[in-house]
């Protein structure tokens, strides 16, 4: 096929850049596609249900292959194709050499193609469990999904998973492709069951607007054109649908802009950077910045092409104010007369996207808008099961799970509820250590508690304590396996602190847990527990001038690292008491470890549960 013959609907599926035909028309024709309507949608489903077949096969159909992608998957078909001698349309879209090689997707798959009446962006995202983390990231720019969905199999938990993630990032319309009909000779009792089943589901979820379309992806019926082995479906194709969906305009909403970045080249100019996320501004106007709450004027918004007098939703500017302002990255510009919220703890929605549980109490770092903040889970409301929609208590969540959650930021910040406004509703958590994005999570509103609670200010502080005392406070903190000595040390030197005159305080771990803590287990969401609470005691004996000792197994980098970020830098001392599992064992002063290991005592560290020695 040459690009002349596609009648104005190639579109690359190469390029990020979009179609680029070679024609005497071209600018013409580039003119034409700004002026279409675009529609972003995601594939999701089960694996093996044929997403990424489905989305070669419109590509192929819509005449959206280019001779030499063409020429390039017959040769890709006969050295990695499943479909014997046909070509086998997924590899379009698989690119990886794993996915290839495994026959199925992994990564988020973009493509780009164009009919005559709109343009599309398209995700295929993977079916696999372990890689829903992907999904989600394909879905939250889409606003339509087409879930598949095998005949053969019927509608199966992932399908859920992956409708009701599609519900909870925002998207409305879906299109419920019943795939390989073609097997079961087109049946039409098993079409009709599968829709009852999922219409039922999607009525549980809150989605309305659903179409079932009975498909072969494989051989094309439904994908672009009616077919004729359904002629008992008088419904629209899949193509059809996405050509002729009204997809519901987000809510433009009044003025924000989140900076990114403090422009200030030399001392004559100063400008705040960022991406408008909502209304528009105009030179002149008046505007409030948060979460400061202080007003300035706009008086130039500058562009890479040249000022403007007016910039809108979507537009990236440099904002120049009257008046120099504290401004900085995560802070956002934002309308006088309606102004956005701002705090510091929220209910939210959160899908847990990591092999390693979530703990409430853990410190993790949130990116919500340009802002990044020290985030801890404060409460697990209850995690969601995907089958039932019933709602599970729990006291952690694993891979994959959805639940909700109250959480707590260590700042106020600027947010929208993610129902008004993805961008500012939106977050991700992220692992302190390694970087890596754990979880994401939806803001439904702040809670009471953050517009109720305030710091009262006292006028005696750490310092004059300290004075008094004649001392620098601090926390010494004494961690190891138990029986490693910890509690003897840690008397030891209290012992010797005192006897120098100083004023000391001893949290010694069994102690604790016979008052303040004697609520918690030992499970591992019980023990990060033990540990913030502990952390926030010795960080209040540190304001109130005593050296603190701590001694506590504490067998998490994570939980240790928090207490050590409630003090000052230099009011912090880690002690490891370094023994040897095998020593620690011949110690046993308590026979701990002789009912762990035989199975009496479950969760105990350095058996069946880990230390992670500093």
């Known amino acids: 096929m040459s690009p002349g013959n596609a009648q104005g609907r190639v579109a690359s599926v190469a390029s990020p850049m979009g179609p680029s035909p070679i024609s005497?028309?071209?600018?013409?024709?580039?003119?034409?596609?700004?002026?279409?309507?675009?529609?972003?949608?995601?594939?999701?489903?089960?694996?093996?249900?044929?997403?990424?077949?489905?989305?070669?096969?419109?590509?192929?159909?819509?005449?959206?292959?280019?001779?030499?992608?063409?020429?390039a998957l017959t040769g890709d078909s006969q050295k990695f194709g499943t479909q014997g001698d046909q070509l086998d349309l997924a590899l379009l879209v698989d690119g990886l050499a794993a996915e290839r090689e495994q026959g199925i997707t992994i990564d988020v798959a973009y493509r780009y193609f164009s009919t005559e009446r709109r343009t599309f962006i398209v995700a295929d995202t993977p079916g696999h469990e372990q890689y829903t983390r992907n999904m989600v990231t394909g879905a939250s720019t889409a606003e339509l999904a087409?879930?598949?969905?095998?005949?053969?199999?019927?509608?199966?938990?992932?399908?859920?998973?992956?409708?009701?993630?599609?519900?909870?990032l925002g998207i409305?319309?879906?299109?419920?492709?019943?795939?390989?009909?073609?097997?079961?000779?087109y049946d039409q009792s098993t079409y009709q069951h599968i829709q009852r089943d999922y219409l039922a589901f999607a009525?549980?979820?809150?989605?309305?607007?659903?179409?079932?379309?009975?498909?072969?992806?494989?051989?094309?019926?439904?994908?672009?054109?009616?077919?004729?082995?359904?002629?008992w479906y008088?419904?629209?194709?899949?193509?059809?649908?996405?050509?002729?969906?009204?997809?519901?305009?987000?809510?433009?909403?009044?003025?924000?802009?989140?900076?990114?970045?403090?422009n200030r080249p030399d001392s004559q100019f100063r400008g705040y950077c960022g991406r408008v996320m909502g209304g528009s501004v105009a030179v002149n106007d008046a505007v409030r910045l948060a979460p400061s709450g202080h007003q300035s004027t706009v008086t130039r918004i500058a562009t890479a092409d040249g000022d403007l007098e007016r910039?809108?939703?979507?537009?990236?500017?440099?904002?120049?104010?009257?008046?120099?302002?504290?401004v900085s990255r995560g802070d956002v510009v934002c309308s006088v007369e309606d102004p956005i919220a701002v705090a510091d703890q929220f209910e939210a929605h959160v899908v847990w996207m990591h092999e390693t549980n979530m703990l409430p109490g853990r410190s993790y770092l949130a990116k919500i808008g340009t802002s990044v903040v020290g985030a801890t889970i404060t409460q697990i409301k209850y995690k969601v099961n995907v089958n039932t929609m019933e709602h599970v208590a729990t006291k952690t969540l694993q891979l994959n799970e959805i639940g909700v959650c109250n959480l707590s930021f260590d700042r106020a910040v600027p947010f929208e509820p993610y129902d008004i406004n993805r961008d500012l509703g939106g977050f991700l958590l992220i692992d302190?250590?390694?970087?890596?994005?754990?979880?994401?999570?939806?803001?439904?509103?702040?809670?009471?508690?953050?517009?109720?609670?305030?710091?009262?200010?006292?006028?005696?502080?750490?310092?004059?304590?300290?004075?008094?005392?004649?001392?620098?406070?601090?926390?010494?903190?004494?961690?190891?396996?138990?029986?490693?000595?910890?509690?003897?040390?840690?008397?030891?030197?209290?012992?010797?602190?005192?006897?120098?005159?100083?004023?000391?305080?001893?949290?010694?771990?069994?102690?604790?847990?016979?008052?303040?803590?004697?609520?918690?287990?030992?499970?591992?969401?019980?023990?990060?527990?033990?540990?913030?609470?502990?952390?926030?005691?010795?960080?209040?004996?540190?304001?109130?001038?005593?050296?603190?000792?701590?001694?506590?197994?504490?067998?998490?980098?994570?939980?240790?690292?928090?207490?050590?970020?409630?003090?000052?830098?230099?009011?912090?001392?880690?002690?490891y008491v370094d023994t040897t599992l095998a020593e620690a064992e011949r110690r046993d002063p308590k026979g701990l470890y002789r009912k762990a290991r035989d199975g009496q005592l479950r969760n105990f560290t350095g058996i069946d549960s880990p230390y992670e020695a500093p």
Not at 172 to 185: E, F, G, S, T, W
Not at 205 to 226: E, F, H, M, Q, W
Request: charged residues 25%; hydrophobic residues 40%.
């Open 24 to 71: 005497a028309n071209r600018d013409a024709y580039l003119r034409s596609q700004e002026q279409k309507s675009q529609l972003r949608f995601i594939t999701c489903g089960s694996v093996d249900d044929g997403k990424s077949t489905l989305i070669g096969r419109l590509l192929y159909e819509s005449k959206s292959i280019y001779d030499d992608h063409l020429s």
């Open 172 to 185: 409305r319309h879906m299109i419920v492709a019943i795939n390989k009909l073609d097997l079961l000779a």
């Open 146 to 168: 087409v879930v598949i969905v095998d005949a053969r199999k019927g509608v199966l938990t992932q399908t859920k998973r992956h409708s009701y993630l599609a519900s909870l």
């Open 311 to 326: 910039a809108v939703n979507g537009q990236s500017v440099t904002l120049v104010l009257a008046d120099e302002r504290d």
């Open 203 to 231: 009525e549980t979820i809150g989605l309305r607007d659903v179409i079932c379309v009975p498909v072969s992806a494989l051989n094309g019926d439904n994908i672009v054109t009616k077919s004729a082995h359904t002629p």
């Open 432 to 575: 302190r250590m390694t970087n890596a994005t754990v979880g994401v999570g939806m803001i439904h509103f702040a809670l009471r508690r953050a517009d109720n609670v305030h710091w009262q200010a006292i006028e005696v502080n750490k310092g004059a304590h300290a004075d008094l005392k004649g001392q620098r406070p601090g926390v010494v903190w004494f961690t190891g396996l138990s029986g490693a000595g910890k509690s003897t040390i840690a008397n030891i030197v209290e012992r010797k602190l005192h006897a120098l005159g100083h004023h000391t305080y001893l949290l010694d771990g069994d102690n604790v847990r016979h008052g303040l803590n004697r609520d918690l287990g030992f499970t591992e969401a019980d023990r990060v527990e033990n540990i913030r609470r502990v952390a926030e005691v010795a960080g209040l004996m540190v304001d109130a001038g005593l050296i603190v000792l701590v001694s506590f197994i504490s067998p998490f980098e994570a939980e240790r690292r928090l207490a050590r970020e409630l003090v000052e830098p230099d009011e912090f001392v880690e002690v």
């Open 234 to 262: 008088d419904g629209p194709s899949v193509l059809q649908y996405l050509e002729q969906v009204v997809v519901q305009p987000k809510v433009d909403g009044p003025f924000r802009m989140p900076v990114q970045w403090v």
